[in-house]
């Protein structure tokens, strides 16, 4: 071994031997000085790789300092630990003062001192160095986002300027497109909630909803837009101006336009109420020339009867025995235009030609001479909203494809004042929609008050016999996951002092859900607020918190799609 020292050609072959025998892989790594150099940065927290990277260059620069080795041995005081590193192998990592000398020559933050070199590699192995020169990045950008292509190029850097014009803004504001301004139903309650129609259609701001008043007009828009709003479409088509509606003029043969307290003209009140509903034409009544004759010779009775109820006399009729539509509108008091508000929900079976008529009365008796409002939360916001709140369900049913024959819905006008409207719409049935195609009548009023666990209805025809509509209500009432306790069947007396009438007349079968009186188990008196002011919908809170509308629109919506999808004995 000491031969070994004092001959100092061999201990350069042991060097280099010694070397790549415990650094092999280096040499191989300094083929990749350059593209390794940016790894060695993020590991040079690691003794293992600090000690491969600084070796691949000393054997680069050895050949040059070969002859030069005996001169740079007796400068150096410290290769003597250099032939001891064979003997042990330990002192290597061990050792700290042979790692500096070696990592002088490759230490890699002399590279990167010289700027040019770095960015260099950086470029082709970072592509975030290429966005950080501001002219470039447009350039890339343009390729790589096809939205600035078409726009200006200042506009995708901000894409808040485009609305920050004021122009487009009132475009998209209006989007959402509200039934109408006037109503503002709670936006916290949803369109199929009855509740939330009931607290426009009762509110002050309708004054009642007289027939005919301005209050009317507001309701009859209030549910036109919302049936708009989910696709059902005005049939009238008599009525180009709006085909949702049908307009008729209001008389009547009792007294003359009053002044109100508040100094308002207007007709008599309305007679005191002690049973419910109205007969035909009782306080009202239209004219029309062409109205069939069946219709001018009930008014002829009933211009009769009212003038020998007054003690006044008759005039006679100028030539036959009926007076004229002329000679009636002669003794007659007008008192305005009053309107049914209708809507049609197309079927998509084979029998979509027949309909389903689905009815309420929308107006009320507006206000009294002493200016109190009288609402009718009950009488008749609640059946009127129980039909606009099962729009949504039934439309969406009818785009599954489950309704074989058409819906249609009517908002009748002027019930209050003898079941105008409804007697209306009979006489003049709108093109494709005459009484010929309708298949059943289902028509609501008053299912506002009490507890939400009864619900009275008829569904016999004239002679008292069950029409189909009785298993219908009991299977309807069965698919309810809480069905009603109570189907009461015991008001007939009642079946023709409501709008269904009319049609039972016609021959139609009639279902009338109905639930005004006192009596759980059927009958009973009406409730105390029929008529007066007192109606409004805080009463409906007290009695059930709103249950029982919702619940009777849950059966409405049964009754209808099991009447829609009906199979009759003929097929």
């Known amino acids: 071994m000491a031969s070994k020292i004092s001959d100092p050609p061999r201990p350069l072959p042991t060097a280099t031997t010694r070397t790549p025998a415990a650094k092999a892989p280096q040499p191989s790594e300094t083929n990749k000085v350059k593209t390794p150099d940016l790894k060695w940065n993020k590991d040079c927290f690691e003794p293992g790789n600090a000690q491969p990277l600084p070796l691949p260059k000393p054997p680069v620069s050895l050949p040059l300092p070969l002859p030069k080795p005996p001169s740079q041995l007796p400068t150096d005081p410290k290769p003597l630990p250099l032939p001891q590193l064979p003997t042990d192998p330990k002192p290597l990592p061990t050792d700290p003062k042979p790692l500096p000398l070696p990592q002088l020559p490759t230490d890699p933050k002399p590279l990167p001192t010289d700027p040019k070199p770095l960015p260099l590699p950086q470029l082709p192995t970072d592509p975030k160095p290429l966005p950080t020169d501001p002219k470039p990045l447009p350039l890339p950008q343009l390729p790589t986002d096809p939205k600035p292509l078409p726009t200006d190029p200042q506009l995708p850097t901000d894409p808040k300027p485009l609305p920050t014009d004021p122009k487009p803004l009132p475009l998209p504001e209006p989007g959402p497109v509200e039934p109408t301004p006037e109503p503002k139903p709670e936006p916290s309650i949803t369109d199929s909630d009855p509740m939330t129609h009931i607290a426009y259609l009762a509110s002050d701001e309708l004054q009642g909803r007289d027939s005919p008043s301005a209050g009317l007009d507001a309701a009859s828009a209030y549910v036109q837009a919302h049936v708009e709003k989910y696709g059902l479409v005005g049939p009238n088509s008599n009525n180009a101006e709006n085909p949702f509606q049908q307009k008729f003029d209001v008389f009547s043969f009792v007294g003359k336009p009053e002044t109100s307290a508040t100094g308002d003209a207007r007709e008599h009140d309305h007679a005191a109420h002690k049973e419910f509903g109205h007969q035909l034409f009782q306080e009202g009544f239209y004219l ?276 829609a999808n009906r199979t009759t004995a003929k097929e």
């Not at 249609?408 to 195609?437: M, N, R």
């Open 288 to 563: 029309e020339d062409g109205m069939p004759r069946e219709t001018l010779e009930m008014l002829n009775k009933k211009y009769e009867s009212t003038m020998k109820a007054e003690g006044q006399p008759l005039a006679p009729a100028r030539s036959g025995d009926l007076r004229s539509v002329e000679e009636l509108r002669a003794l007659a008091t007008a008192s305005g235009q009053a309107v049914n508000t209708m809507a049609l929900l197309p079927g998509t079976g084979p029998h979509k030609d027949e309909v389903i008529v689905v009815m309420a009365h929308l107006d009320h008796v507006g206000t009294d001479r002493r200016g109190n409002v009288h609402n009718g939360a009950d009488d008749n916001a609640s059946g009127s909203a129980v039909l606009m709140a099962a729009v949504p369900e039934l439309a969406e049913a009818q785009k599954r494809g489950e309704l074989d024959r058409s819906i249609l819905f009517i908002w009748t006008g002027a019930e209050e004042k003898g079941l105008v409207g409804s007697q209306y719409f009979v006489d003049h049935p709108i093109p494709g929609l005459s009484t010929e195609q309708i298949s059943g009548v289902v028509n609501v009023d008053m299912v506002g008050r009490w507890d939400d666990q009864r619900l009275s209805v008829v569904d016999t025809d004239r002679r008292g016999q069950a029409n189909y509509f009785r298993d219908v209500v009991d299977q309807a009432n069965a698919q309810l996951a809480d069905p009603f306790d109570r189907i009461n069947r015991d008001i007939n007396v009642y079946r023709d002092r409501q709008d269904g009438a009319v049609f039972g007349r016609k021959g139609e079968d009639v279902l009338f859900l109905f639930e005004g009186l006192s009596n759980p188990k059927g009958g009973g008196d009406l409730i105390p607020e029929y008529h007066e002011p007192e109606d409004d919908i805080d009463l409906i809170l007290r009695d059930n918190g709103g249950e029982k509308p919702r619940r009777v629109k849950d059966l409405m919506v049964n009754v209808i799609e099991l009447a």
